[in-house]
T-cell receptor, first 111, second 115 residues
Framework: AQRVTQPEKLLSVFKGAPVELKCNYSYSGSPELFWYVQYSRQRLQLLLRHISRESIKGFTADLNKGETSFHLKKPFAQEEDSAMYYCALRYSGGGADGLTFGKGTHLIIQP | ETGVTQSPTHLIKTRGQQVTLRCSSQSGHNTVSWYQQALGQGPQFIFQ???????GRGNFPPRFSGLQFPNYSSELNVNALELDDSALYLC??????????????FGEGSRLTVL
């Protein structure tokens, strides 16, 4: 069965410091990974997906199949990055597309 | 463009009762998924509906059921409620037309409390 692990429930860093939110996964198939974010009083929304290999709001994430990881990084944190971040693995089975989410990491950027 | 809307936003039920939650998908989306998010946990996939049929299910018992209507809106029904069903229920819509990016558009959720 697929699983996503986010080892940190809470991560607090100072503004301007680098940020790394960890995500590890287990999946027997070819993984497709996403980071979703939930800002205060907003709904859950997609931040980025590994297939696009894009940088969104300064965040990047590289899929490392050898280490089964998809860590989210940003070189210089900003206060508006404070939010709940969820790593998610997409699996396809029986024609459905479901996402398996980790438990989330609450990122707090201190001024 | 109208986003995903869910109703009701909050409700309280007692053990053994039944509940129906509703979701209107985002304009242009034909696929609806439901997720359960318990306190302190990430969302868990319940099932997905496409073309008015269940199109895959997570690890949830049959007392969790759903419907999708011709206008792509959807209902989640839970029978014989248990205390552990207390959670935020999220609806997410997506499109199967063209390249399926896997991006889900979430509603704000319905918070169910079972006493």
């Amino acid at each position: 069965a697929q699983r996503v692990t986010q080892p940190e429930k809470l991560l607090s860093v100072f503004k301007g410091a680098p940020v790394e939110l960890k995500c590890n996964y287990s999946y027997s198939g070819s993984p497709e990974l996403f980071w979703y974010v939930q800002y205060s009083r907003q709904r859950l929304q997609l931040l980025l997906r590994h297939i696009s290999r894009e940088s969104i709001k300064g965040f990047t994430a590289d899929l490392n199949k050898g280490e089964t990881s998809f860590h989210l990084k940003k070189p210089f944190a900003q206060e508006e990055d404070s939010a709940m971040y969820y790593c998610a693995l997409r699996y396809s089975g029986g024609g459905a597309d479901g996402l398996t989410f980790g438990k989330g990491t609450h990122l707090i950027i201190q001024p | 463009e109208t986003g995903v809307t869910q109703s009701p936003t909050h409700l309280i039920k007692t053990r053994g009762q039944q509940v129906t939650l509703r979701c209107s998908s985002q304009s242009g989306h034909n696929t609806v998924s439901w997720y359960q998010q318990a306190l302190g946990q990430g969302p868990q996939f319940i099932f997905q509906y496409y073309r008015e049929e269940e199109n895959g299910r997570g690890n949830f018992p049959p007392r969790f059921s759903g419907l999708q209507f011709p206008n792509y809106s959807s209902e989640l029904n839970v029978n014989a409620l248990e205390l552990d069903d207390s959670a935020l229920y999220l609806c997410a819509s997506s499109s199967r037309v063209g390249a399926n990016t896997g991006e889900l558009f979430f509603g704000e959720g319905s918070r169910l409390t079972v006493l």
